[in-house]
C-alpha cells in the first residue's frame, strides 16, 4: 500500500511525507540511490581531510576553527564533540517532531552533501521502524544548526546515551540500533537544522488542511446568516486578480454551487465580505512556507559541503535558516488575520439580527447558548496574536565573535506549530456554531460538498441545546476539521 511504506532518496520527500513517518505506521526504507550519493560523499570528504584543513575533520568548531586536530588526538575529537554538544535542557520535545527530525536527516544525508558514514543511513531507519526516539530537549537551538539535538542522537547511536521508547516514555531502553560513527564524521553528523525542518513540515502539511477547513466553515457560516455571494463573484475576483484570492472565493462558489440564497443584507461584515482578500494571503503564505520547506529538507545543507563531482569541500552558509524562518514568520501574521475573521464570524452566528435565532442560540431566553464561544476563540486568538510577533527579530552573537547571526528559525518552527494548535481551536468553535444554527433554523444545504461537510459534522456534533458544558463539543469540531479540508479538495479536483 502506498500509505505503508516512504522510500528515501535525498531529493524527493515532501512535508506531507515527513508527517506521515512522524505520525503514521509506516516503513521507512533508503533508496539504492540515496545510499550511493553518501557514499560517494563520504569517501572524497576522507580524500579531501587527508590533503587539506577542512572544519570540523581536521580543526576544532566555532571560534576553535582555527585550531588543528592533532593527528594523534583525531580519534577523540569527535567523540568530544558529541559530548559537549549534547547538552540541550527544558522538556523534551513530542515524539512526532523527533520522528520528523530523524526522517529529515536521513533524507539529507542521502542527498549526498555530509560526507557521512553512509552506514548510518540503515541504524536511523532502523531507529524510525522499531518507534525508537533519541532524546531531544526543547532548547538547545537557534536556526543555525540543531546541534544538541542530533548530538543527542548520535550519543544514542554509539551507545552513550539509551534510547526512548516510540510512545515518548521517560525511561530508556537499552536495545536499540547501535551504530559506530567515526570521530571525523562527528561534525557532519550534526551539521543539519532537521529538528527545526522537521517541526516546520510538520506544522505546514497542518496548515495547509486547516486553511482548506476554513473555506468550508466559513462557507457554512455565510449560508447560516443568509449572506450575500456577491463578494465571490467572478467579476470581483478578476478585478483584483491576487491567485490565493480567486482560490478562495472559487472554492466558496463551488461550495454553494447548489443553493439559490436571497441574502438578507445589502452587505455583509468584512468576516464574509472581506474573507477572500483576508483568506487568500494565508493560503499563500503557507504555500510559499511548504515550497520553502521542501527545498530545504531535500537540500545539501551541511558546512562543509562535500562536492563529489569536484572533489573537494566548500565551506559555506547553507546552515542558516532564514528562508524558513521569515517563511513561518509570515505565515503565522496571515494566520491571525484570517482567524480573527473567523472570530468575528462567529460573533454574528450569536447575534438574531444574522441568525433569526434566540441570542447565543440558546434554548431559553435568559439561557447562555454558545455564549462562551466566543471567549474560547478570542483567547486561542490573543495566542495567536503573541505568537505571530516574528522570530526573525532577534539575533545572536555566538562562539567569541565569529558566529555573529541567529534567524531563530528554530523558534518560527516552534511558535508556527503552537499558532496552529490555537487556530484549530478557534475554527472549531465557529464550526460548532454553524451548524448549530442550521439546525436550529431547520436548514440543510441542498446538495453537493457544502451538504457532505454539514452532513458529516451533524453526524458528529451533539445536537442538543440546553446549556451544558461545550468542551467536548469544541474538541468533536476540531477532529472534524481534516475531513472537511478532505471534502474541499475532492470538490476541486
Not at 161 to 170: E, H, P, T, V, Y
Not at 205 to 218: C, G, K, M, P, Y
Request: net charge negative; glycine share 10%; charged share 20%.
Amino acid at each position: 500500500m502506498e500509505n505503508s511504506r516512504i522510500v528515501i532518496d535525498g531529493t524527493s520527500l515532501t512535508c506531507a511525507q515527513v508527517a506521515r513517518a512522524a505520525r503514521g505506521d509506516v516503513t521507512v526504507a533508503v533508496a539504492e540511490a540515496g545510499r550511493e550519493r553518501a557514499a560517494a560523499a563520504w569517501r572524497v570528504a576522507q580524500e579531501v581531510a587527508a590533503a587539506q584543513p577542512v572544519y570540523g575533520r581536521t580543526t576544532g568548531v566555532g571560534a576553535n576553527r582555527v585550531v588543528d586536530v592533532e593527528w594523534e588526538d583525531a580519534d577523540a575529537h569527535g567523540l568530544r564533540l558529541l559530548r559537549s554538544h549534547a547538552a540541550g535542557a527544558g522538556p523534551l520535545v513530542a515524539p512526532e517532531i523527533v520522528r520528523a527530525m530523524l526522517t529529515v536527516r536521513l533524507n539529507q544525508i542521502a542527498a549526498g552533501g555530509s560526507g557521512v558514514d553512509p552506514g548510518v543511513l540503515q541504524a536511523l531507519a532502523d531507529v524510525l521502524n522499531l518507534g525508537l526516539l533519541p532524546p531531544v530537549p526543547m532548547y538547545g537551538a537557534i536556526g543555525t544548526g540543531d546541534l544538541t539535538a542530533l548530538a543527542s542522537t548520535a550519543l544514542c547511536l554509539l551507545g552513550e546515551r539509551a534510547w526512548l521508547g516510540g510512545g515518548g516514555a521517560d525511561g530508556g531502553t537499552e536495545r536499540g540500533p547501535g551504530f559506530t560513527l567515526r570521530s571525523a564524521d562527528a561534525l557532519a553528523f550534526i551539521s543539519s537544522n532537521a529538528a527545526t525542518l522537521g517541526e516546520a513540515a510538520l506544522a505546514v502539511t497542518d496548515l495547509r488542511e486547516l486553511l482548506d477547513a476554513s473555506i468550508v466553515v466559513a462557507a457554512l457560516s455565510l449560508f447560516a446568516v443568509r449572506g450575500s455571494e456577491e463578494p465571490y463573484a467572478p467579476a470581483v475576483q478578476e478585478a483584483r486578480p491576487h491567485p490565493g484570492q480567486r482560490q478562495v472565493a472559487d472554492a466558496v462558489r463551488t461550495l454553494l454551487a447548489y443553493e439559490a440564497p436571497v441574502p438578507a443584507r445589502i452587505q455583509d461584515p468584512y468576516g464574509y465580505r472581506a474573507f477572500p482578500q483576508v483568506h487568500g494571503p494565508a493560503l499563500e503564505a503557507a504555500a510559499y512556507a511548504e515550497d520553502t520547506v521542501t527545498r530545504e529538507i531535500n537540500a545539501r545543507a551541511e558546512n562543509p559541503l562535500v562536492d563529489v563531482a569536484g572533489r573537494t569541500v566548500w565551506h559555506n552558509g547553507n546552515f542558516h535558516t532564514a528562508y524558513v524562518g521569515l517563511a513561518l514568520d509570515s505565515v503565522r501574521a496571515a494566520l491571525f488575520q484570517t482567524m480573527a475573521l473567523s472570530a468575528a464570524r462567529l460573533g454574528t452566528l450569536a447575534e438574531p439580527s444574522f441568525t433569526g435565532l434566540s441570542p447565543f442560540q440558546a434554548a431559553t431566553e435568559a439561557s447562555s447558548g454558545i455564549m462562551i464561544l466566543e471567549y474560547v476563540a478570542h483567547s486561542a486568538l490573543a495566542d495567536v496574536r503573541r505568537l505571530a510577533t516574528p522570530a526573525a527579530l532577534g539575533s545572536a552573537v555566538l562562539s567569541r565573535g565569529v558566529e555573529e547571526h541567529a534567524g531563530f528559525s528554530t523558534q518560527s518552527a516552534r511558535a508556527t506549530t503552537d499558532a496552529v494548535g490555537a487556530y484549530r481551536i478557534g475554527l472549531g468553535c465557529e464550526l460548532v456554531a454553524a451548524v448549530r444554527a442550521l439546525r436550529l433554523q431547520g436548514r440543510t444545504p441542498a446538495g453537493g460538498p457544502l451538504k457532505s461537510a454539514f452532513d458529516m459534522s451533524a453526524a458528529v456534533l451533539d445536537p442538543r441545546v440546553e446549556d451544558r458544558p461545550l468542551d467536548t463539543d469544541i474538541a468533536a469540531a476540531a477532529d472534524l476539521l481534516p475531513g472537511l479540508a478532505r471534502i474541499l479538495r475532492q470538490a476541486a479536483a
